[in-house]
């Protein structure tokens, strides 16, 4: 076994969740539960806000001991959230101005909840893919008065292409052809595992970071070790030190295996 790693932190959708199977695998459910047994910490990272992730179905089966949230703008443990990072006010009315020029589905998300402007196909389509509900639409004002952690623009690269460059303090993270995360520039998965990490005292090289999506990339390049799941797009894959089976053929278990974490 590795000695050092005492924190494994997990992309959720197509790296523990299965979209296809709806569920976590059960090589998987195991295996997060022999790490913890052992004392190994266990949290989740996600591009959704806490609230979002137990509507997904993950938490029915596994028991993490905390979470990285919105792509690193809330690191949760306890509870208790012991890192945040919202966007800037101005760059959340930028999007709503552009979201209403271009027309396409903005949805702005907080601690824990989140609000979408406007429901079209593309919209839909994204959703239906991940297996998530979006929210009620409600009409946004020019000035959003409340705190902001991360925003989705359900639009195509051109429009993306057309109001990214207005938003100098944010960066994107695309995640479907038609959807796509607006994060602060200076913000990402490795920042919230940063905070975990000094909240307990430890390093970098005491973590191992597994995921599959683009936004999984900084965690990847920031922990000690970095496992890219078989089914992951080429770009992370290319970050990788590992990169393990897909996860409908038991991936997750047997990148822990590797790794020697488990038996």
Sequence with gaps: ????????????????FSHKQKRVPDSAVAAFKELQNQGIKVFLASGRNRYLIGK???LSQVKPDGFITMNGANAILDGKIIYKYPLPENEVDMLIK???????????IEENEGHINYVDERVISAHEKFGTRFPQPRTFP??????????ICFCDELDESLFLP???????????EYAVDIMPKDSDKAKGILAVLEHYG?????CLAIG???NDIEMLNFAGISIAMGNAKPEVKLEADYITDDIDNDGWAKAMRHYGLIK
């Design 202 to 206: 430890w390093s970098p090289e005491n």
């Design 212 to 214: 599959d999506n683009p």
């Design 98 to 108: 552009f979201s209403k020029r271009l027309k396409f589905g903005l949805t702005l």
């Design 166 to 176: 207005h938003l100098e303090q944010c960066k994107s993270a695309r995640w479907d």
């Design 56 to 58: 997904v179905g993950v």
């Design 142 to 151: 020019d000035h959003y008065d409340r705190t902001i952690y991360q925003a």
């Design 1 to 16: 076994m590795d000695q050092k790693i005492k924190l494994v932190v997990t992309d959720i959708d197509q790296t523990l």
